[in-house]
């Protein structure tokens, strides 16, 4: 039996700027034969095309990318400061060279539309809608280009609508 609770995006409490940007987020997509989880830190949460939505960036090198191009859904689950050290890990290291979920020792739920896991204390499941390719000609203040993008490993943008929202 789930110790998550099912509610509707719009009660949501979390602070984002807290909940994406210090206490991180784990990105998933795939199933059960096979997935990828990764530490995310930049995006947000809003309302576009009438539709509750997150955004979320992934790096042309991350191996998860290939699994959230894949699938129609992905999630992105919360964990809060005392998870720092999983988050870290899943975050520096690639799931093509380790096994993320036997180094942190977190549980996988194999949900019908993409995994989480079961100690997070929040969960975002969300279908995509669009994506895009960051692209050097489209910044308006180029100093951003040169601060985060040296390796010219451009973001790809995801926009996915929030189908379910999971908390404890």
């Given at each position: 039996?789930s110790?998550?609770?099912?509610?509707?995006?719009?009660?949501?409490?979390?602070?984002?700027?807290?909940?994406?940007?210090?206490?991180?987020?784990?990105?998933s997509?795939?199933?059960?034969a096979?997935?990828?989880?990764?530490?995310?830190?930049?995006g947000?949460?809003g309302v576009?095309?009438?539709?509750?939505?997150?955004?979320?960036?992934?790096?042309?090198?991350?191996?998860?990318?290939?699994?959230?191009e894949?699938?129609e859904?992905?999630?992105?689950?919360?964990?809060?400061?005392?998870?720092?050290?999983?988050?870290?890990?899943?975050?520096?290291?690639?799931?093509r060279d380790?096994?993320?979920?036997?180094?942190t020792?977190?549980?996988?739920?194999?949900?019908?539309?993409?995994?989480?896991?079961?100690?997070?204390?929040?969960?975002?499941?969300?279908?995509?809608?669009?994506?895009?390719?960051?692209s050097?000609?489209?910044?308006?203040?180029?100093?951003l280009?040169?601060?985060?993008?040296?390796?010219?490993?451009?973001?790809?943008?995801?926009?996915?609508?929030?189908?379910?929202?999971?908390?404890?």
């Amino acid at each position: 039996m789930s110790s998550f609770k099912e509610i509707k995006p719009e009660e949501l409490t979390e602070n984002p700027f807290k909940t994406i940007g210090r206490d991180w987020l784990l990105l998933s997509a795939g199933d059960e034969a096979k997935f990828n989880t990764m530490t995310v830190s930049w995006g947000g949460v809003g309302v576009l095309w009438n539709k509750n939505v997150v955004f979320t960036f992934i790096r042309p090198q991350r191996y998860t990318l290939g699994f959230v191009e894949e699938e129609e859904y992905f999630t992105l689950s919360g964990f809060g400061s005392d998870f720092r050290r999983e988050l870290t890990l899943c975050g520096t290291k690639s799931g093509r060279d380790i096994d993320k979920v036997k180094e942190t020792g977190l549980t996988p739920v194999f949900d019908k539309e993409a995994p989480y896991f079961e100690e997070s204390r929040l969960v975002l499941v969300c279908k995509k809608l669009y994506k895009q390719d960051f692209s050097p000609e489209c910044f308006i203040d180029p100093s951003l280009d040169g601060l985060n993008y040296a390796a010219k490993d451009y973001h790809k943008m995801f926009i996915g609508e929030i189908v379910r929202v999971l908390v404890k």
